[in-house]
């Protein structure tokens, strides 16, 4: 008696919560090994990315805004550097940029979750109702779909979590037909105009990517639709979906539908280990999005970061009405290295994202935020780099920084042909590395340096004649980033949208010490790099502009700022 009274209340709390009626990419188990450094090495931990003190951290969860406070969830591991025993973690912040650490707010105690606590999103309910749906691993390693939601909704930090006496609420079974192991990472959940919930789940089937859609009235009983939201053949496990609207103009609620918006659907593809995007339409009365023409879900379409950046998640910042990222970035050590110095894995930088102009890409930036810790500032005169010249940009802490520079007045007649079969920009700034002279290119940064440039990883533009327009390239070169030779040191790639002849062409880095985030052409390309400099550490760091194409280049603009050490966790 006493049981059924205990669950009726519990059942009863849910309903006045709900008003009637919140993502994982990694298979973890309880059983795993804990593996904790003797002696943590800080050599590379990050001045002002977000990162807990010690242990794993991999998916951002749930980020949020409630009662002016920013709250991040994160993916964690309590006991140990490597993956296994995951929470959620929980962080606060009231400026985006120092963070406070919170109890974990969900952990494997019941059930639909006693062999894992994964991924998943936070939404908004009616009466200003956070709620968090997530992904569990059930007894009989089946993932399954959670609901929790704040015990107290007065406490803005949202230091308590009640899970729902319902969960699972989503469930794979042989009368729906969906892959027990493939089955998680819900999104933000958006309501349509017929009051129903909608949100969709990572899936596969066979080699087919899904984005299996489930609708509720009350945030509770959910029924999965006859289709998928959206799907694509030969793409393998969707991890992490995220799925919202987009205007030119800024940032849209989640629920915003309606003619004429755009949505985005953002896919972690599980076999190549990057989140790739589509822009197109969605059509509410039939529940289905479809890519805009030229827009490709696969290997070969559009990625938020063509560096290392993976199981992004955004939300809506009603505040300021933007719509922010975050994105996990992994280590490029060896197992048994970033074991030993007692961490893995950081967040990129929030970044604010919008549509751009021609309504074909999205444009980010690194919010506004991180801007208060820039200090000690650095501008230099608009000059000529000639080729085969680099200029030192000194009075900086060149490990600790954030550098903006623009180039124009480009010898464009100089520019080398574009071989049409170079369709792969990773493939190809990996032949034309710095050390590779060029008509117009290598032009950039050199970050991380040594001062004898043993090391040093290179951030540069090259820019071709194509068919009736110019090409731009751009490279995060990290062959030469490391003396460790068991550090990955992969050289991306991506081509950046930019009309080199009535535009100048710009690029922002943000480095942190082992971290070199950079965004081209105005924020509509972005690609991290992982470094681990042996001998470009600290104040034996150096920075330099360069130019080893055999065009000049003029600097219109160069500023750089000394970061600040934020306080995180």
């Given at each position: 008696?006493a049981?059924?009274c205990?669950?009726?209340l519990?059942?009863l709390f849910f309903?006045l919560?709900l008003?009637?009626?919140?993502e994982?990419s990694?298979?973890?188990?309880?059983?795993?090994?804990n593996?904790?450094?003797?002696?943590?090495?800080?050599?590379y931990?990050?001045?002002?990315?977000?990162?807990?003190p010690k242990?794993?951290?991999?998916?951002p969860n749930?980020?949020m805004m409630?009662?002016?406070?920013?709250?991040?969830?994160?993916q964690y591991n309590p006991?140990?550097?490597?993956?296994g025993?995951?929470v959620?973690?929980?962080s606060?912040?009231?400026d985006?940029?120092?963070?406070t650490p919170?109890a974990?707010?969900?952990?494997?105690?019941?059930?639909?979750d006693i062999?894992?606590?994964w991924?998943g999103?936070?939404t908004i309910l009616?009466?200003y109702k956070?709620?968090?749906l997530?992904?569990g691993?059930?007894p009989?390693?089946?993932?399954?779909?959670?609901?929790?939601?704040?015990?107290n909704l007065?406490?803005?930090l949202?230091i308590?979590w009640?899970?729902s006496p319902?969960?699972?609420l989503?469930?794979?079974?042989?009368?729906?037909q969906?892959n027990?192991?493939?089955f998680?990472?819900?999104?933000?959940s958006?309501?349509g105009?017929?009051?129903?919930?909608?949100?969709?789940i990572?899936s596969?089937?066979?080699r087919?990517?899904?984005?299996?859609?489930?609708r509720?009235?009350?945030?509770v009983?959910?029924?999965?639709?006859?289709?998928?939201?959206?799907?694509?053949k030969?793409?393998?496990?969707?991890e992490?979906?995220d799925?919202?609207?987009?205007?030119?103009?800024?940032g849209?609620d989640t629920?915003?539908?309606?003619?004429g918006?755009?949505?985005?659907?953002?896919?972690?593809l599980?076999?190549?280990?990057?989140?790739?995007y589509?822009?197109?339409?969605?059509n509410?009365?039939?529940?289905r999005?479809?890519?805009?023409k030229?827009s490709?879900d696969?290997?070969?379409?559009?990625?938020?970061?063509?560096g290392?950046?993976y199981a992004s998640?955004?939300?809506?910042?009603?505040?300021?009405?933007?719509?922010?990222l975050?994105?996990?970035i992994?280590?490029?050590l060896?197992?048994p290295?970033?074991?030993?110095q007692g961490?893995?894995?950081?967040?990129?930088i929030p970044?604010?994202?919008?549509l751009?102009?021609s309504e074909?890409?999205?444009v980010?930036w690194p919010?506004m935020e991180?801007?208060?810790?820039?200090?000690?500032?650095?501008?230099m005169?608009s000059?000529?780099?000639?080729?085969?010249?680099?200029?030192e940009?000194?009075?900086?802490?060149a490990?600790?920084a954030d550098?903006?520079?623009?180039?124009?007045?480009?010898e464009?007649?100089?520019a080398?042909?574009?071989?049409?079969?170079w369709?792969n920009?990773q493939?190809?700034?990996?032949r034309?590395?710095t050390s590779?002279k060029?008509?117009l290119?290598?032009?950039g940064?050199?970050v991380?340096?040594?001062?004898d440039?043993?090391e040093?990883?290179?951030?540069?533009?090259?820019?071709?004649?194509?068919?009736n327009?110019y090409?731009v390239?751009?490279?995060?070169?990290?062959s030469?980033?490391?003396?460790?030779?068991n550090?990955d040191k992969?050289?991306?790639?991506a081509?950046?949208e930019?009309?080199?002849?009535?535009?100048?062409?710009?690029?922002?880095s943000?480095?942190?010490?082992?971290?070199?985030?950079?965004?081209?052409?105005?924020?509509?390309?972005?690609?991290t790099a992982?470094?681990?400099p042996?001998l470009?550490i600290g104040?034996?760091a150096?920075?330099y502009?360069?130019?080893?194409g055999?065009g000049s280049?003029?600097?219109s603009?160069?500023?750089?700022?000394?970061m600040k050490?934020a306080?995180?966790?």
């Amino acid at each position: 008696m006493a049981r059924s009274c205990c669950v009726f209340l519990i059942c009863l709390f849910f309903s006045l919560m709900l008003g009637h009626g919140v993502e994982a990419s990694h298979v973890i188990y309880r059983t795993f090994q804990n593996l904790q450094a003797t002696n943590p090495d800080n050599t590379y931990r990050t001045s002002y990315h977000f990162q807990p003190p010690k242990n794993w951290m991999n998916d951002p969860n749930g980020p949020m805004m409630y009662k002016g406070i920013y709250h991040l969830f994160y993916q964690y591991n309590p006991y140990g550097a490597d993956w296994g025993n995951i929470v959620w973690a929980h962080s606060t912040s009231v400026d985006f940029v120092n963070w406070t650490p919170r109890a974990p707010a969900i952990f494997p105690d019941q059930p639909g979750d006693i062999n894992g606590c994964w991924s998943g999103s936070t939404t908004i309910l009616p009466g200003y109702k956070p709620a968090i749906l997530y992904t569990g691993i059930d007894p009989q390693k089946s993932q399954v779909q959670n609901l929790a939601v704040p015990k107290n909704l007065s406490d803005p930090l949202l230091i308590e979590w009640v899970k729902s006496p319902y969960n699972p609420l989503m469930a794979p079974t042989n009368l729906n037909q969906i892959n027990a192991s493939s089955f998680r990472d819900p999104t933000t959940s958006w309501l349509g105009p017929d009051k129903t919930w909608r949100v969709i789940i990572g899936s596969k089937r066979h080699r087919r990517g899904l984005a299996i859609l489930y609708r509720s009235k009350d945030f509770v009983h959910w029924v999965k639709a006859k289709h998928p939201l959206h799907s694509a053949k030969d793409t393998g496990m969707w991890e992490c979906p995220d799925f919202f609207p987009v205007s030119s103009q800024g940032g849209l609620d989640t629920n915003t539908v309606g003619l004429g918006i755009k949505h985005v659907l953002k896919l972690s593809l599980d076999d190549t280990k990057h989140d790739y995007y589509t822009v197109g339409m969605y059509n509410l009365d039939k529940d289905r999005y479809v890519p805009d023409k030229g827009s490709v879900d696969n290997d070969t379409g559009l990625r938020y970061d063509y560096g290392k950046f993976y199981a992004s998640k955004t939300f809506y910042d009603s505040a300021k009405k933007r719509r922010i990222l975050w994105g996990w970035i992994n280590e490029s050590l060896p197992q048994p290295e970033y074991v030993k110095q007692g961490w893995s894995g950081i967040q990129a930088i929030p970044r604010s994202i919008w549509l751009d102009k021609s309504e074909k890409q999205l444009v980010q930036w690194p919010i506004m935020e991180i801007e208060k810790l820039r200090g000690n500032r650095v501008d230099m005169p608009s000059s000529v780099l000639k080729g085969g010249s680099m200029l030192e940009i000194s009075s900086v802490t060149a490990a600790q920084a954030d550098v903006e520079i623009s180039f124009g007045e480009i010898e464009l007649e100089k520019a080398e042909l574009m071989d049409p079969s170079w369709t792969n920009p990773q493939l190809l700034c990996s032949r034309k590395a710095t050390s590779v002279k060029g008509g117009l290119g290598p032009f950039g940064l050199k970050v991380l340096a040594s001062k004898d440039l043993k090391e040093y990883t290179a951030v540069f533009f090259r820019i071709f004649k194509g068919h009736n327009k110019y090409v731009v390239l751009m490279c995060s070169d990290q062959s030469r980033s490391s003396l460790n030779h068991n550090t990955d040191k992969t050289t991306y790639g991506a081509f950046v949208e930019v009309d080199p002849t009535n535009e100048q062409l710009s690029l922002r880095s943000l480095i942190d010490h082992s971290i070199v985030e950079s965004f081209g052409g105005g924020g509509k390309a972005c690609i991290t790099a992982r470094v681990y400099p042996t001998l470009a550490i600290g104040n034996w760091a150096h920075l330099y502009a360069f130019n080893y194409g055999s065009g000049s280049v003029r600097i219109s603009k160069l500023s750089a700022w000394s970061m600040k050490k934020a306080l995180i966790n």
